[in-house]
């Protein structure tokens, strides 16, 4: 295996077989609970959506992909300097894909923590984008699914996308947050979407993201916020308050 790059951006490494075992991932070890527990994320959480460590080296967190229960990818994440990559052969899917395949209303959160905070606040049906955010959103019309190449999980995805009739956008307050939700938005039909706003830090800031308000207010606070969208049509570009 490879190693990931040194600039935040998820890099492909291969692997021959897709099974927890030819991919070296073993249950987490003491330091990576405590991690998480710093995080408000708690062991069960962790245990139901398989979260486990590279073995070798204890300090890389995995999140297996899975569809159907069966595994068909795996993303890793150094848990202090947030460097990503996956193994080659890891599919273009949302994170919890299985979490929202008979719901009718669902939540889109911009990382796999994020997705982890949401099931503390007590919602199950979330399911993260697996490659973050764009700087800015695009001015152009999107392309045809077979070029969509950095939005491909939404269209591998569609079918149970399909079947929903209300999703809540819960990415980044950040600016490419912001982007990543017109993009989503574009293409999943701004008609069924509704966008939270994260509450305010202090007088100057808002809150970034789910797991940060989980930390700071606890999980009812999360649960508050995200049975309370807004409808995005409705949305004000540039609303959001930003840290600076």
Known sequence: MGRPDSNNNTKVFSSKQMTEK???????????IA?????MISEGTLQRNYVMQLSGDKAVIAFPFRQNGVLVGCKYRTYREKIFWQE???EKWLFGLDDIKEAAEIIIVEGEMDKLAMEEAGFLNCVSVPCGAPQKASAKEFPPR????GYQYIWNCKEHLDRVSRIILATDGDVPGQALAEELARRLGKERCCRVQWPKKDEFCCFNDANEVLKFLGGDALKEVIENPELYQLQ?????????
Do not use: I
């Open 22 to 32: 030819s991919l070296g991932l073993e249950p987490l070890g003491d330091k990576l």
């Open 35 to 39: 991690y998480f527990a710093e995080r």
């Open 88 to 90: 080659r052969g890891t």
């Open 146 to 149: 077979e070029k969509d190449t």
């Open 236 to 244: 004000v570009p540039d609303r959001a308050m930003q840290c600076t």
